[in-house]
């Protein structure tokens, strides 16, 4: 035993081993039965240890959201990994570098001027990207429209560093149902079938099929013609997903260890010393029903259960204010108790963080793994 | 001439200096004016060449916002460190280490129950600490009211590990003219100055009276019985501290470089590599007037010129969507074109990076200066 929840540093992550593999599992499971194969998004964990788990063969696809990203996952043995967000010029000699050293690095875009420059660099450099178009089902962040006239011209100019098509329904967040998400998996699905439809007709055959959101990779009932899902947070859980029910309560792997530090009975309210930094400033369950929303986070105690009534409803850089809706006894939550927080959503929380203080299902912290950021 | 800013990986973190010494002397000579000596806030600029700057004499008084820049910064040479955040029974032993050290470490805290733990772990370690009672003077996040009786038991509580008190007007934050502010900085010095009153009354002579947020600092007209004043954002500025003018525009020193990954010209957006990691998530210019709302941030070319129109109008993990309040010309800000993002608020954007890449009013990067986060 390294330390235990009782004598840790302030304020800090903590992982529960026991749920990150229930819920890897449960995920697993979902996927398979689809039929098709996941690739396990790794921006959530950014860590080698986690990767371990959800993708323990090193010849496993996963995905990755920076360069450093794949760099370090690449050093670690990985070898198929996806650069999913669109890769600018000023990104060539980076992903070149990792293909150099062996990647088998699959990049993705959206603009025929880039597809262009990276035809045109592949050629100069004698290397052979493997890139995917980026298709807009609908969320309309990146990406083409599958039906539009862009598609076939960016295949035409990645010329063989074409290699398939991607695409996200981020849109798939304001799901308030499973038949909610199923129909954005169904657009997400159907908007990657008609591009590679598209492309096979115009000559380009899509090597890669990439869809997936948490919510739409477990949802969407015909999954053919895609080659893989993608998803990540799934592997923690936050009280955004918990909100719009891809995960239970119960479920949520991360929290972030923290003390009281003062405290007015008065306003029935305490301080904690997990503020912005340590939780991150998303408020995503603002956007859910009133019983769902929980300010910057909601309070467990130092054993997991949940602390009824608690939320954190301001934070400053250092500082968490954590409000009662009922009244506090003159002696709850005194200057020093500890206790943990649930975060709303778990990529920025976890962002602030360099280690992963083990747990499972106990105060004792049975290993640190760590987590890189940054780009 | 390490790099340029039309070769560094993007998205990253750049410091102009020549700004940031400007914002230094001004800010300098603004405190001296009121004859209170400047405590600098290390927490927004977290690095070693930056507090050289901001206080050259390594026996300058400086502030911190967590346990692990005071080590840090005692460990560079500084001793004179207030830990500005309220001190916990957690933190005890580490506070103990750097007293030991040789570290003039001053800390805070609010309660009673807190203070009595504090001394006897004091006497118990052959240790005394200096300890400020934390003053709420309107903001209602920490502190005890300057005249409640909470305060000289306080005192008592720590017995000869007091040395005065501290308070922070953050209600500053929603001044909006040079009289709010300095109204405000009033309230925060007389609450200070009642504070110090009765306790000197009751026998507890405050060694430190110490009050400060970037607004009030050079807004109080009467600083009498005000022993120093914090402040750290003053250091950088950003798009809020210019809304509310503590700072002008072109006094922003701190930006993040970004590259075009995406564009549509039928939307009238383009997606920069810079998102919610790049930026933070932090809204705060929402607050402000129309004209003073600045999304996520708003956009600059790579020598710092603003472009008007332009602002980050929603953020993903590593996308942010840059709207035009203009129609955009096919051939403007093409996939692969550089851009700086202002900063809402800089401290919790520079958090998201481990290194300033340095200019000084031009392209070339003249030197890297790390910073340090996290607990």
């Known amino acids: 035993m390294i330390a235990s929840l009782d004598t840790l540093d302030t304020p800090c992550l903590v992982l529960d081993r026991g749920k990150l593999w229930r819920n890897l599992a449960r995920f697993d499971t979902a996927v398979a039965a689809r039929g098709v194969r996941l690739r396990p998004h790794l921006k959530t964990a950014k860590s080698l240890e986690v990767a371990r788990l959800a993708a323990p063969d090193l010849a496993a696809p996963v995905a990755v959201s920076t360069l ?5 996952f690449f050093r ?25 050293a062996g990647a088998h690095l699959i990049t993705c875009l959206d603009d025929a001027g880039c597809a262009a420059q990276l035809a045109a660099f592949a050629a100069q450099n004698q290397l052979t990207f493997r890139t995917l178009i980026e298709i807009d089902c609908g969320e309309h962040r990146a990406g083409v429209a599958p039906d539009g006239p862009a598609l076939v011209a960016i295949a035409r100019a990645l010329g063989n560093s074409f290699a398939g098509i991607t695409t996200h329904g981020g849109q798939s967040y304001s799901s308030r149902s499973p038949a909610d998400m199923s129909a954005y998996g169904e657009t997400e699905a159907n908007a990657a079938r008609t591009a590679a439809a598209r492309l096979a007709a115009a000559g380009f055959a899509c090597e890669v099929v990439s869809v997936g959101s948490s919510p739409t990779a477990i949802s969407t009932n015909s999954l053919a013609g895609i080659t893989e899902v993608r998803a990540g947070v799934y592997m923690f859980g936050d009280l955004f997903q918990a909100g719009i029910g891809t995960c239970a309560l119960d479920d949520l792997a991360a929290s972030v260890l923290t003390e009281v530090i003062s405290r007015s009975v008065d306003r029935n309210t305490f301080l904690i010393d997990a503020g912005a930094f340590a939780l991150s400033k998303d408020i995503s369950t603002a ?7 929980a300010g910057y986070g909601w309070l467990c105690d130092l054993d997991g259960r949940l602390l009824p009534g608690l939320k954190v409803e301001r934070v ?7 409000v009662s809706d009922r009244p506090l006894a003159a002696d709850a939550f005194p200057v020093g108790a500890r206790l943990r927080v649930l975060p709303n959503h778990v990529c920025p929380t976890a962002a602030s ?16 793994w760590p987590r890189i950021n940054g780009w």
């Open 316 to 322: 400053w850089q250092e500082h968490g204010l954590v």
């Open 287 to 293: 956007s859910l029903q009133p019983a769902l929303q």
């Open 68 to 72: 450093l990203e794949a760099e370090y």
């Open 353 to 368: 963080h360099g280690v992963y203080h083990i747990v499972d299902g106990a105060r004792a912290v049975i290993a640190e």
């Open 76 to 100: 670690s043995g990985y070898r198929d990994i996806f650069y999913a967000v669109g890769l600018g010029p000023g990104k060539f000699p980076r992903a070149a570098t990792l293909l150099r």
